[in-house]
């Protein structure tokens, strides 16, 4: 009797082992991806992810979008909270000394060791190109993922620069100036002439261009950065010129700041309210099919810079794709080899072409360069990219020829000197400074403030967020 | 900090306890010196509430006076907060009344666990979800801290003293209470008008009233964006019209001036539903007769409505202010973050939506708290006023 029993225990301990083990075996290992998109880049990546868990069954990628960087920054905060945080996380580019301070994150360095390949997928970070790889490695180590990359440019309505006597798009500031006095002068003016997106990264920018650092410690990228100056003469410039456009009736500001102020500059371009809008070349591909869709001709061109300083570069934006640390070794294989395939030749030059970002690989850019693309793409592209109309018209011709829009951003960070003031800041707190900032010039344009006065109450303002934030997170 | 401090100050509020103690008890004919004695242990106890959590920093030789001023308030505040209900508790001690009525109810629990098992589920919600967050705001309000930081640092009272000094934070408290008021005022007097016209007998008149009632289903932050549609400074359809008729055009979004009344205009629409509703259930109960008398008499309509329908109406309109008041400072958040996003010039930066600004976007906690502090103490102290004065006024029969 008892000995049946033990038989029959046997039995159905090895019937369940049976029954389980092929659906362990089956069962694909979870891999959530946080991105900061919402919109058709949420659907490419969610489709990149589809294509890449049927090459890799044994993963299954899962990716959710969060309405903004901003946004998504403070998810990621709470998650670590909570202890709930995914395997990969999109940060933008000024949540960089944040994301170290954080201590959630692994450089992709050591997570890869001395591996040339995981699962097959090969690693080649040396074919990132220049500026991208050295925005994001970070004391001397690859740190995160290089993936979506842009730079500000501007984009020119050139039926209405034409029509005004205006061949190419306006370089300095003072031809901005003297380009929006001719459209102005039109008989069919447009409401205004120039606008743009009253976000951080374009104050950056301009200060950038004008070669004058934002931070202390060369822009807080040989120590951490202690002190932020806002009311360089570089900064007091940019707010000035701002100010004077928008004096003589010139420049329009809707009055929206940081991640709300984007859509605010879509819709004035679209409706041709403006003549010229400073922009990011993540939109490239939206801008250039609106003026085809509206019946307008649109050419990007560098971001006008100021003419008494001269043009020392400008820098990159965008975001990286964050590993997190201490994660399940099967889990940080899935993500790695995700990481390695999502941002190889083809994906890379897909994304660039889908959006504007700039294409991160040399091996992409070569590619794009000749006239076969579309083939060597079609296999693996998603269904994104074979909807756009702008691709599709491209085919048969090297892409750049066909879009020479979507050049300049390139060509524009591989001209900038890379020094202290055009790598950009490293600061912690960055995102709630860029708050600071977008204030400060929003004061500047709707009172009459002085703008040297109300940059240097704004520096007082940021530094004394940067003091705290160095308090509670710098290592002791 | 001088070692004596906290007994220096423990003494003073024991002297202050002793004597209203003693006061109460001498007037209602009781032992004067049990009475002092109780009074000096719950004064000397008192400062202990918040002293004890802050460990008298604000006495700290090195804090400014405003840090004093700032903690000796706070002691009052504990003063009272003991003082009241330990003398009516022993006032009624003293009366030999029992301090907790203890009445035969009918239908009441035997056992003395019933209750309580019933009310766990509850309280438990309550304690995990409402006190036990509430209680950590005070503390947060007395650190530096950042999600996602290594550590937090102890600030004693800066997050509050220095709002005081901030004149930002001043011209946000303006304009909080600007744009309340205006949302009340303009709120409760709009839907008054509407729900005398929709009260008239009038063919079709319950379909009127039907979609009179609809924005009150739609959320502040959907309202907000159907006016950042109208409000659109260069492509909204309230520029395009006034354009056509008067040649103007208003920055609802990025004037200054123009944006609170965005904010006023899309908050009064939202709420406009829920106010028409109550004065026309209101309206209703207006009796016929009294009507009619004041009519026989004399009174034309207008004299009807102002000396008759509205004072019978105050019971609403009280009700009303209330809820709008509390409408007008917490819930019109949705509305701004969507309509303005607290600009320009921070123009439609309330108290609430700069707790949003501070606390969540810049992700500075310890002054988040702070203001929420802030915040709701002035919410209780508003209401408790308008009990205080217009609560008064109120007539609540015919």
Redesign the interface.
């Known amino acids: 009797m008892n000995r049946r029993k033990s038989l029959l225990l046997a039995l159905f301990v090895l019937v369940c082992a049976l029954a389980v083990a092929p659906a362990f075996a089956q069962e694909p290992t979870d891999v959530h991806v946080w991105v900061a998109f919402t919109d058709y880049r949420l659907d490419w990546t969610q489709q990149k992810a589809a294509i890449f868990n049927e090459m890799f069954p044994q993963y299954n990628v899962i990716v959710d979008g969060y309405a903004n960087y901003e946004e998504l920054f403070s998810a990621a905060a709470l998650a670590a909270e909570q202890d709930a945080l995914p395997a990969v996380i999109q940060y933008f580019e000024v949540a960089t000394q944040d994301a170290r301070d954080s201590g959630y994150f692994k450089s992709i360095a050591s997570a890869l060791g001395d591996r040339t390949e995981v699962n097959g997928v090969q690693v080649d970070l040396a074919d990132f190109i220049g500026p991208v790889s050295a925005y994001y490695t970070l004391d001397g180590e690859f740190t995160s993922m290089p993936w979506n990359t842009s730079s500000a440019i501007m984009f020119s309505n050139m039926n209405l620069l034409n029509a005004a006597g205006i061949d190419t798009p306006p370089a300095t500031w003072g031809e901005v100036e003297a380009a929006c006095e001719a459209v102005m002068a039109l008989d069919a003016a447009p409401e205004f002439c120039f606008t743009w997106p009253n976000h951080g990264w374009f104050f950056e920018q301009w200060v950038a261009q004008q070669d004058a650092p934002l931070a202390n410690n060369d822009n807080g990228r040989s120590e951490r950065a202690t002190e932020v100056v806002l009311d360089s003469d570089a900064g007091i410039a940019v707010a000035s010129w701002l100010k004077d456009m928008k004096d003589k009736g010139y420049l329009y500001y809707s009055g929206a700041q940081g991640g709300d102020s984007w859509a605010t500059v879509d819709q004035a371009f679209q409706t041709q309210q403006v003549a010229m809008a400073a922009y990011s070349s993540s939109d490239t591909a939206v801008y250039t099919q609106t003026g085809v869709d509206n019946g307008f001709d649109v050419v990007a061109s560098f971001l006008p810079y100021n003419e008494e300083t001269g043009w020392a570069g400008n820098l990159l934006g965008g975001a990286s794709l964050w590993l997190v640390d201490g994660l399940a070794p099967e889990v940080e294989d899935g993500a790695l080899t995700f990481l390695l395939w999502f941002t190889n030749t083809n994906n890379a030059a897909e994304w660039h072409q889908v959006t504007g970002y700039i294409a991160i690989r040399q091996s992409s850019n070569d590619m794009l360069s000749t006239a076969d693309w579309y083939a060597t793409m079609e296999p693996t592209a998603s269904q994104v990219w074979k909807d756009n109309a702008l691709v599709q018209a491209a085919q048969g011709s090297p892409w750049f020829d066909a879009n020479p829009n979507f050049i300049v951003a390139a060509n524009q960070l591989a001209q900038s000197t890379v020094d202290v003031a055009t790598s950009g800041a490293l600061l912690g707190a960055f995102p709630s400074i860029r708050n600071v900032i977008t204030q400060a010039l929003d004061t500047v344009l709707l009172t009459d403030a002085d703008p040297a006065e109300t940059m240097t109450a704004a520096s007082a303002e940021a530094n004394q967020i940067l003091e705290e934030y160095n308090l509670l997170n710098a290592p002791e | 900090m001088d070692s004596s401090v906290p007994l220096l100050i423990s003494v003073v509020t024991g002297a202050i306890g002793a004597a209203l103690i003693a006061y109460a008890f001498s007037r209602a004919h009781g032992n004067v010196l049990i009475g002092g004695a109780i009074g000096a242990i719950a004064g000397a106890a008192a400062p202990l509430i918040f002293m004890l959590p802050l460990n008298y920093c604000t006495f700290e030789a090195e804090r400014e006076s405003i840090d004093v001023a700032f903690g000796l308030l706070l002691i009052g505040i504990a003063l009272i907060a003991v003082i009241v209900p330990v003398r009516w508790i022993s006032m009624r001690l003293l009366g030999h009344q029992s301090v907790i009525a203890r009445q035969i109810v009918p239908g009441a629990f035997k056992g003395k666990w019933t209750p309580w098992l019933l009310l766990a589920p509850t309280l438990a919600i309550l304690v995990l979800f409402l006190y036990y967050p509430s209680l950590d705001t005070f503390r947060l309000s007395t650190l530096?801290?950042?999600?996602?930081?290594?550590?937090?640092?102890f600030v004693c009272v800066d997050n509050f003293t220095r709002l005081a000094q901030d004149s930002g934070y001043l011209n946000i408290i303006g304009i909080t209470f600007f744009i309340s008021i205006a949302i009340v005022v303009i709120g409760l007097a709009l839907s008054l008008a509407i729900a005398n016209l929709a009260y008239l007998p009038i063919k079709g008149a319950s379909i009127y009233r039907t979609l009179l009632i609809w924005p009150y289903a739609i959320s502040p932050a959907v309202a907000g964006i159907i006016f950042l549609l109208l409000f659109?400074?260069?492509?909204g359809l309230i520029n395009y019209v006034l354009n056509g008729l008067f040649g103007i055009k208003i920055?609802w979004?990025?004037?200054?001036a123009a944006?609170p009344w965005a904010v006023i205009m899309a908050s009064v629409w939202k709420s406009l539903g829920y106010n028409i509703l109550f004065y026309i259930a209101g309206l209703q109960n207006v009796p016929k007769d009294l009507l009619e008398a004041a009519a026989i008499d004399g009174a034309n309509a207008w004299q009807r409505f102002r000396r008759i329908v509205i004072p019978l109406l105050s019971p609403i309109t009280f009700f009303l202010i209330i809820t709008n008041m509390t409408y007008a400072f917490f819930e019109t958040f949705g509305t701004i973050d969507y309509l303005?996003?607290g600009?320009?010039?921070?123009a439609t930066t309330t108290m609430m939506y700069n707790i949003y600004?501070v606390g969540?976007?810049?992700?500075?906690l310890g002054k988040g708290a702070a203001q929420s502090i802030l915040l709701f103490a002035m919410v209780i102290g508003l209401t408790v006023l308008q009990f205080r004065t217009t609560g008064e006024r109120v007539t609540y029969g015919a």
């Open positions: 530096l801290a950042r999600l996602g930081a290594r550590r937090t640092a659109n400074p260069t492509g920055g979004l990025n004037d200054p944006a303005t996003g600009g320009p010039v921070n600004e969540i976007v810049n992700n500075d």
